[in-house]
Each structure stands twice: as C-alpha cells, then as structure tokens.
C-alpha cells in the first residue's frame, strides 16, 4: 500500500466529551509516527473551521510527553467543537469543492474527523465526494459519543467515563438519600435520547451494594400506572427510593415523558430538545404520593466530568485514535470509522477495526431487550457485565491550585 | 479538672456532607485516645435515635485504621441523620427528662453532636437543661455544613470540598461550553440558602483561567435589568457567557429569585424550600436575548461527591472531631462547640478551638460585603485568597468495580 506524503488535519465535532481530546492526542500520537505525514493541522471548531481555513499547528503545539498528558486530561473539545451538517452530495457542490481546495493549498493528504453520529455523517458524505475528485487522500472516522449509541462498534471512546461519573455520583446519592427515616423519592435524570446506554451505568453500583430501585430506559415504553406499583413495592423495603430515568423515557403513544414540561424546539438535525423528565416524574409522583420528591438532573457533568475519567476509558481512547492514523497510513484505509471489537472469553479485552462509514452514519444501536428485565425498570446482570469494565480505573490527574488543569489551544 | 469515667454517644445531624463521616472519625479517635471512655456509641438517625434508644457500637465497628480511612472516605451520614427540632426548654420536659433518664442508663458522659446551625441549636439546649440536673456529664457540638454560614469558626468541615467539587465542576462546565461559537447563556445553580459561600467557589476557576462572567450571592441584591446590561457586555468578548448563582438570590423586595417557580412551602424550621433559581434566570435570559440557554442545578452532588473530597478539608474535620473529644475530656468543657481558628501569616494554617454555644446556635455568617465587587456581580480576589486554601489537595480515595468504596453501618 502506497503511503500518501503530505500533511493531517484533525477536526473534532459534535458534544464534548472527556475523552474526545485523549483520542486527539492519539491521533496525533499515531501521525507523529508516520513519516510521510509532514503537519499536522487541527481544525478550529470541526468542518466549519475547516471551511474557514481556521487552522492550528498540532505539531507545534503538542511535542512533549508532558503535553499529550496534559491535553488526555482535558474535558470537552480543545479544537472547538461544531453542529455543522455538511448539505446533501449533489446539493451542495461549493462548499464541497471550496473543502477540495483547501485541501489541496494545504497539501492535506488525510483528514480525521472525531465524533458521533452526525458526525460520521459529515465523514461519510465527505469520503464520498473525494472519491470522485481524482484527489488522493484518506479520510477516516474517529468514534467519540458518551452515548455509546454508535454501531459497528462495541462501545464508544468517552462512553466508559460518562458512565464511570454516573455510576459513582448514584452511589453517591444514594448514600446521601439514606440518610433520612422520612419516606421521600429520588429521581435521577440520565442524558440519552434515544438508547438508554447512560442509563444503564446507574444500576452498577449494584456489585457493590444499593443501587436504584428502579431504571427507566427509553428502549422500553413508560407507563406511570406501573411505576407507582413499583414505587409502593419498593416504599416495602425501605423508606427511600431512588429512581433513575433517561431523559429520552417515551410513553407508549411514542411522547418523551418530559415533553409536556418543554418547549418542542428541534436541533438542526431535527432532534426534539428534551427537558424536565425528571420534572414530569417528580411532579407525578408528588401528586400521587405526597411525599418528598427531589429530582436531579445529572446534566453537563455528565459529558465534562474530567477529573473522574474512567482509566480504560482514556486508554482505549488514545489507542483508537492513534490506529486511526496508523491505519490510514499503512492500510490505506479511507470512508471508515476506526472500532473497537471485543476478543471473546471471560477477560475483558478489546481490538481494533474498521467500520464501513456508511454504516454508522445516522444510524442508532440501542440496548438490546435482553439487557432489559421482563417489567423494564431495571437492567439485567448480563447488561451490568457487559458495561462494568469500561469504568475500571483511575487517572493520575493533575491539579493546580486544587483543580484539575486543562490543556488549553488559543483560538 | 477531672475527667469523667464512663461511656460516650456521637450523632451526626443535618444535611449530609463529605465530610461529616470524617469528623465522626475523629471523634471516635479522640474518644480512643481517653482511657476515662469505656464504650463509645453511635446513635442512630441523630437525636431521634437517641430517645429510641438507637445504637451502634462504634468501638466494636472502628477497629483498624483501615476502617478509619474507609469511612473517612464515605459520603453522607454513616449513623444516619434527622432533622428534628427539640422543644424549648421549659416547654419539652418530657423529652429531656427522657434523654436524662437514656444517658444514666447508658452510664453516658460524653455527648458529641456533629452538625450545622440547626444541630447546634440542639447541643445548645441538651447542655443548658443537663447544666440543672446534677448528672455531670460533657456536652459538645463539632461544627459541619457545606454552606461555612457557621459563626464563630473561621470556616466549616465539609465546606472545603463542597467548594472543591464546584470549583472544579465550574472549571469543566466553562471548558465545555466553550466549544462552540454559538452565541449561548449557561446557568449554574449552586446551593446555599442565605450565604454565599458556595456561589463563591465558583469564581475560584479565575485563579488558573477562565471563570464565570457574573456571580449572584445572597447578600446582594439581584436585579434582572443590570444582570442584562452585564450579560451584553459579556457578549463582547465571548460568545459563550456563564453566570454562577446562589439558590437563594433575591429580589430588591426580598422575595427569592427562584420563588415564582417553586411551592412556597418550608421546612419544619420555617426556612423556605427554594428550587428553580437557575430555570428562573433560563426563561428571563431567552426572554430577553432570544439565544440558547441553559441552567444546570448542581444539586445532591455538592454536598456528597466524595470522591473529589479536599485533603485540606478531610484532614481538618477528622482533626477538629479528634479536638473535640480531648478538650471535652482533658480541659472539661461544655455546651461548646469545636471552632477553626485562622493564623495570622501569609502560610495558611488553623488551630483549635472552643466557641460558646449559645453564639452559633440559629446565627449565620454571611459573606462579608469587601469579598462582593461594587457592582454585586463577582466575588473580589481578597474572597478568592480566603477560600482557595480549603480546596487543596486530593485525598487517596480507594475504589471497588470502579466506583468509590464506601463504609457502611447495618442500620
């Protein structure tokens, strides 16, 4: 396989994570090892920044040990990030043909894009159209999404400590709840529109004790009547229960529970802006019980949570994205998104591969009904053994004047 | 002075901290260290378990000092809490002759009551009416509560890592919401009812970077107008404005912030259940603007994320409850509460000690108005220099399947 000469450019896009910049400094890391590749650029705010020209020079800015470091660490997208979605291939033959020629001016032989759905999108479409243009380069995916909802891949970069933060802060609600003899209910809203993967990471701290009494995920329908039997169940066992529910929770008429408390506003990819499910329940509940309800809604943290990355998390993070680029170099791979695949047997391990972009693009790999029990308010052991690896260890985390420090790209 | 033989009895009282099962700790080891104690108890659920009669052996439960490190690291109240008023003296004869007749039963001489402003209210009364009984026995309050609003100590154990937690979450919410050029408000909701304490946290991320645009206390007046005219300002020099403010801001009129949208209904100490402060500000701001906003409610979080514990502030209230068991016993004292003081120097470094009763007990410290700019929009960097010692350092959190192991008492 012929290696391109020429130079990278990395753009990230979509919702931050805390692992986004670690798969960052992997690509970099992978390029950085291939000779061919002279710059490495990153572009400012994803493929808008591209399209502007609004580049920095990673090479520069990333040359010691303590730099890669320094930016693993780091929450949310160091580049910027974007929501841009690319126009149709045929519909928009400027703004591809403007990209063609930057990257030409810039000698740009591969171009790695990091993110989620729609993200992959904008690869896939991207691919497309160099594949037609007689301009040799690579274009390849890299996975980042806390919803861990992509497919062609075991799991998702970022997905390992979104669910280690979770985890650990319903255990620690759950503690906090306890406290008290009053009969009072806990709700806990979960990020997840469509697949309930975030979800599932609060019933793990049932290996090690209490967890939520009960776990809504969006995959299977809500249905208030149900609940409120559950909750009298669970009020039997003890005075404070705790519920954890996906923002994405969907009555069976197809509502999200939470669309009553909001204001139907749509993203640009056309996604109902959800809010206020934890809301909807704790008023329901209130009304039903007359107890005390609190909900909290796990929010931003969730995705931003930095100082609790999971270690595997960031581990594999950084791998993925220095196979990335190796791959692009030395296999020629091109229109694909680097994946993980999980070897068989009792110990938990993970490979690398590619996946066919057109695959992924758009679409969503929700939790299987089996990793769901029979009622749907909980998950299945099967489920907590397939997620509890993902958050197994710690990160040496620098800090600087007691919190944690950040990398940080001038823009 | 002579020291007491005979048996001791800790509670934990309040809303729960991070710190709270420190001090517990620490009682525990001073109690230890006093051969005149024999048998040290636990009540369970606060002064409630101590009229039923509730116990633990906490000899028996803290044996090594892996046990002490265990639950030095767990969250929320380990013995339980309760938020029960004791009747006034003179009023509640009952009660008290009761809890007369349990300490004699228990042959109980030591009383260590570990809480905020409401529990002190309690150690306050317990000693006064044990002061006309002619059973001579030590009454002790150990001071605790997230919101540091305690008079008579320069801070709180459990403040420091509640402002820990914030400073850091402020830290990681800033670096995500700067990812995109969108033009875009976020809200942080921070907890603290009268005081601002905790608001003023938020600021800390000033000492290392970027930090929030405008910071809301109590202690202020909150106006919407100025807010606007600031948030325009804001707006040109970044895109992504972020305003930190307390759940209990209020209005020139003295209404909360956050009181449009919430019950109107209170506690049983007459204190106003707030929430809403931040979804307030949302729908003023998109009112206003027209942009995208959002407001994330820190919530439990603050008061239980144990595993961003401050090594300053664990180290201080295991430290404090250890000080508060030996001055009981060695210097007899009595209807006291444990106290920080603050040295005079340039290095930060505390001392202990002893802070009549009766001048904490429903008293709250308020953030002075020289640690407020003029505007009352931000905290000053005199406020910044007296908080940002109390955050330091990380404390060696031991972990289980990958979430924070946590000390447990069979209740």
């Not at 390029?31 to 400012?44: D, M, N, S, V």
């Not at 808008?48 to 949310?76: I, M, Y």
């Not at 406290?179 to 209910?185: R, S």
């Not at 005075?239 to 923002?247: D, G, L, R």
Request: with cysteine.
């Amino acid at each position: 396989m012929n290696k391109l000469i020429g130079n990278a450019v990395i753009g990230q896009s979509g919702g931050p994570t805390v692992a986004i910049n670690a798969t960052l400094s992997g690509v970099v890391r992978g390029c950085k090892e291939c000779e061919c590749i002279k710059t490495i650029y990153g572009a400012l705010y994803g493929i808008e920044g591209l399209l502007n020209e609004n580049f920095c020079n990673l090479s520069e800015l990333l040359k010691t040990e303590d730099d890669h470091k320094l930016l693993e660490q780091t929450p949310a997208a160091a580049l910027g990030s974007c929501r841009k979605k690319m126009p149709k291939l045929g519909e928009g033959k400027e703004t591809y043909d403007k990209l063609l020629e930057i990257f030409k001016k810039y000698d740009i032989r591969y171009f790695f894009y990091i993110g989620g759905n729609d993200s992959m999108d904008t690869v896939y479409k991207v691919s497309e159209y160099m594949n037609t243009q007689g301009y040799e380069m690579r274009v390849m995916g890299v996975p980042k999404t806390i919803d861990c909802d992509l497919c062609e891949t075991d799991h998702t970069p970022g997905y390992g400590s979104a669910a280690k933060y979770i985890a650990t802060t319903t255990k620690e609600i759950l503690a906090d709840t306890a406290v008290y003899t009053v009969k009072a209910v806990t709700i806990i809203e979960i990020m997840g529109r469509d697949a309930g993967w975030l979800t599932c990471a609060s019933a793990l701290p049932a290996l090690t004790g209490a967890s939520p009494d009960l776990v809504y995920l969006p995959e299977v329908y809500f249905d208030y009547d149900e609940m409120y039997e559950d909750i009298e169940k669970a009020f039997k066992k003890h005075p404070n229960v705790v519920i954890a529910i996906s923002e994405g929770a969907r009555l069976k008429d197809g509502t999200y529970v939470g669309e009553g408390t909001q204001s139907g506003a749509v993203d640009i990819f056309g996604h109902k802006y959800l809010s206020g499910t934890g809301k909807a329940l704790e008023m329901a509940i209130k009304d039903h019980f007359g107890c005390k309800v609190r909900s909290i809604e796990l929010n931003l943290p969730q995705r931003c949570a930095a100082h609790l990355q999971s270690k595997t998390d960031i581990d594999e993070s950084v791998s993925i994205g220095r196979y990335a680029a190796l791959t692009a170099v030395n296999d020629g791979e091109t229109g694909k998104m680097a994946s993980f695949v999980r070897m068989e047997g009792n110990e938990y391990k993970i490979t690398f591969s590619t996946a066919d972009i057109s695959k992924v693009a758009n679409a969503v790999r929700q939790v299987p009904r089996e990793f769901i029990n029979e009622r749907g308010n909980n998950v299945t052991k099967e489920c907590l053994e397939y997620i509890a690896p993902f958050i197994m260890g710690e990160c040496d985390i620098k800090y600087e004047c007691g919190m944690p420090k950040q990398f940080e790209i001038k823009k």
